[in-house]
């Protein structure tokens, strides 16, 4: 990546990082244009890293061991891929239906970009937990916080971004969880 990438990726993450504090205006900091949305598939580069830590920490020893590991990272690769991308098809229809066609950019750029700090906190949240410094009861509890707190900081980049009431947001991430919980059982049952 040159300079200038560099330089939206900082600023970017920044705008990720307002939008955790309740701040619209991180909207800002984002290339919401078309050139930006295709840019902010750099997202999914910058997270794939994470997404391999939680995957070795989800996926058991004896699934490894049964199925192999570069069959599951091949397999939970394709459905990593195919996340990325089904979910703007998928918002594409979504974002007509609400009547918000013309903020699909607004809320595709800050919706990919923020898949990192999200990334980052289920890495740190699995890591603590595995390090077996709290209790099973306390890890179970920061693994809810976590889901929680990402859920609330989609619905508000979904009510934000898109301009729209707190229950179309709603929808909005409950179509993105449902489309997740979806591909992860596909892939799963692959190896």
């Known amino acids: 990546m040159g300079n200038t990438a560099w330089v939206e990726v900082r600023l ?3 705008g990720c990082l307002r939008l955790a504090r309740g701040d619209r ?3 800002s900091c984002f290339d919401r244009s078309l050139d930006g949305f295709w840019r902010s598939f750099r997202a999914a580069v910058i997270s794939y890293p994470l997404y391999l830590v939680l995957l070795a920490m989800r996926v058991s020893m004896a699934e490894w061991q049964a199925s192999g590991g ?3 990272v091949m397999v939970e690769t ?7 991308v089904a ?3 998928l918002m594409l229809n979504v974002v007509r239906w609400i009547g918000r066609a013309h903020r699909f950019f607004d ?4 919706y990919n970009w923020c898949q990192v700090p999200q990334s980052a906190l289920f890495v740190v949240v699995g890591l603590v937990s595995a390090g077996g410094v709290l209790s099973n009861q306390a890890s179970e509890a920061m693994d809810i916080a976590a889901a929680i707190a990402t859920l609330v900081y989609e619905w508000f ?13 709603v929808f909005v991430v409950l179509v993105d969880l449902v489309l997740g919980v979806f591909i992860s059982h596909i892939t799963g049952r692959l190896y």
Request: neutral net charge; aromatic residues 14%; hydrophobic residues 65%.
């Open 107 to 110: 809320f595709m750029v800050p």
């Open 87 to 89: 979910f703007p098809l």
């Open 25 to 27: 205006d991180g909207l």
């Open 78 to 84: 394709i459905g990593y891929v195919i996340a990325w």
């Open 70 to 72: 570069w069959r599951i």
């Open 157 to 169: 980049i979904a009510r934000v971004a898109l301009d729209t009431t707190g229950l179309v947001a």
């Open 12 to 14: 970017a993450l920044t």
